[in-house]
């Protein structure tokens, strides 16, 4: 890669900008508890273990089929979780008030941002354009950005393309030439910044991306033989390489 060509970086967001600390575990009991008032509500009598399950049910999904190269609508995976309840209820408005529920509990205790992340992107956007590409999971594309907006890195970015609203996502090569064609560039004038070397790293270079890999653990066995451009520990490495 040629650093010197580069006009715009892509970042992926989870584990790259954003991770998720003792919140997750506090996320995850508030939406187990949102989920079984609702179900209440709604003459379903559902254990915590079992609304638990339906959980990793989905987040096990998403990781499939993001891996597969799709994804899907949020009120798609909220039909799944009902399915994987044995709910029986074709109905619009619980539907919804089950994705409020998971939605609201992701606001009241989100993910955290690296404490670089704001600076980093305020320096590189004087100099390129910037996108975040994200496989999402169940969460609204509205609440991310919302999110986004509350920890403030929504402005940084020129584009957004999460994979629940585009129903394509990394390592899928349609997603990257989303980006081509939105910036009108040439690959070798993109980079993807991530910390998977499957969906971030491998999908960007099969559409002729330049690549940095986040390496936090610094201990990746790299069995796919998927080989990035650069390496770093963390993204307070990347002025390094384009400033």
Request: proline share 3%; aromatic share 12%.
């Amino acid at each position: 890669m040629d650093t010197t060509k580069i006009k715009l970086i892509s970042f992926d967001l989870w584990e790259t900008l954003i991770f998720d600390s003792k919140n997750h575990n506090q996320r995850n009991k508030l939406r187990i508890n949102n989920l079984r008032l609702l179900f209440d509500k709604y003459g379903q009598n559902i254990s915590d273990e079992k609304i638990l399950e339906s959980l990793s049910f989905i987040s096990k999904n998403c990781s499939q089929d993001h891996n597969s190269g799709f994804d899907k609508k949020t009120d798609i995976r909220i039909k799944e979780l009902l399915n994987f309840l044995d709910i029986k209820k074709d109905n619009k408005l619980f539907e919804k008030e089950i994705l409020n529920a998971l939605d609201s509990s992701f606001l009241k205790h989100p993910p955290s941002i690296f404490p670089t992340a704001i600076k980093i992107l305020n320096s590189l956007k004087n100099r390129y354009s910037l996108c975040l590409t994200s496989n999402t999971g169940i969460t609204s594309p509205n609440i991310y950005r919302k999110y986004l907006d509350e920890v403030g890195i929504f402005d940084k970015f020129d584009k957004l393309y999460l994979s629940n609203e585009l129903l394509v996502s990394k390592p899928s090569f349609s997603i990257f030439k989303i980006i081509l064609d939105d910036f009108k560039l040439k690959p070798d004038e993109i980079v993807h910044i991530g910390d998977n070397l499957f969906t971030d790293i491998f999908g960007a270079k099969k559409c002729g991306f330049g690549t940095v890999f986040i390496n936090k653990r610094n201990s990746v066995n790299n069995n796919l033989k998927i080989y990035p451009d650069y390496t770093v520990k963390d993204i307070s490495k990347i002025p390094d390489l384009f400033l």
